[in-house]
């Protein structure tokens, strides 16, 4: 399970991960409480601010998205005064652990079309003027930046999982390999990918993964895959093809025919019989 310090460095990458895009991330517990944030509110969020009802519909709002990527994964949708706002759960094994927020941003469609979508939502904002221009200073992002970005997020809630995965002389080999695939079975693997990561041959590779698991690496790579998809199958709403994407195998058709070799029904038949 996710540790404090896994989630503290979850929040050190989102703030080099900001650095580099100047894009605000906030990372929220599994009670919606605020662990980390890496920025201040921008002016746009200051001015709506001066109304308690603009605050406390934007509470609201964060609450309701970090609810809804926990039910069905990542969620992208507008905010109450209409910026572009992301949500990426950090799940583990089915259960939610934490929540990854995107906030502050306007997508690429015209600025004036975005503010009078905005201007009708704050209609009764007491200083609508400099609302605006305060709007025309939010960071502007594309379809492919937002989905790059999105990648990024995903690639940092695994590195922050491999936080404190032991890797000391005093752990076996076998461990060290069962502890790489469980933390990284969501990413690309291969033989060759873990023979460079663990430093140790195919021969020796294959030979350790027969005698901990009697599987091959690449069935025991698809036995933790299949392993997290059933618990996301579970535990959310998330479309299949998203899960098959966030356990490792994107491919939606190798995926339903890797999880049914291993559990003798379909995603669709296992979420419906297995549902919590």
């Not at 900001?18 to 890496?38: C, N, P, Q």
């Not at 989905?147 to 002389?169: F, H, K, N």
Request: hydrophobic share 40%; proline share 3%.
């Amino acid at each position: 399970m996710f540790k404090c310090e896994q989630l503290n460095t979850l929040a050190d990458l989102l703030k080099h991960l900001h650095r580099v895009t100047g894009i605000k991330f906030s990372l929220y517990d599994a009670d919606e409480r605020i662990i980390y944030t890496s920025s201040s509110p921008c002016a746009f969020c200051c001015q709506l601010s001066l109304t308690a009802a603009a605050c406390t519909r934007c509470l609201a709002g964060d609450n309701s998205i970090i609810k809804e990527s926990c039910r069905c994964g990542k969620v992208v949708h507008r905010c109450h005064a209409g910026l572009l706002k992301a949500a990426v759960p950090v799940m583990e094994h089915g259960c939610h652990i934490a929540t990854v927020l995107l906030s502050e941003l306007l997508d690429d469609a015209p600025i004036e079309q975005q503010w009078q979508q905005t201007r009708a939502l704050c209609s009764g904002h007491p200083q609508i003027d400099a609302l605006r221009s305060s709007f025309e200073d939010l960071r502007v992002i594309t379809q492919e930046e937002l989905d790059s970005c999105l990648r990024l997020v995903y690639a940092c809630i695994s590195d922050a999982q491999l936080e404190g995965m032991p890797l000391t002389s005093a752990v076996t080999d076998g461990e060290r390999l069962l502890a790489y695939i469980d933390r990284y079975y969501a990413m690309p693997l291969s033989l060759d990918t873990l023979c460079r990561a663990l430093s140790m041959g195919k021969t020796k590779l294959c030979a350790i993964a027969r005698r901990e698991s009697g599987m091959s690496v690449s069935h025991m790579i698809a036995a933790r895959r299949v392993l997290a998809a059933q618990g996301l199958l579970k535990n959310t709403n998330a479309p299949i093809q998203e899960i098959a994407e966030r356990v490792g195998i994107p491919d939606y058709n190798y995926f339903s025919k890797v999880f049914k070799s291993s559990c003798s029904v379909t995603p669709s038949e296992y979420r419906r019989l297995y549902r919590l």
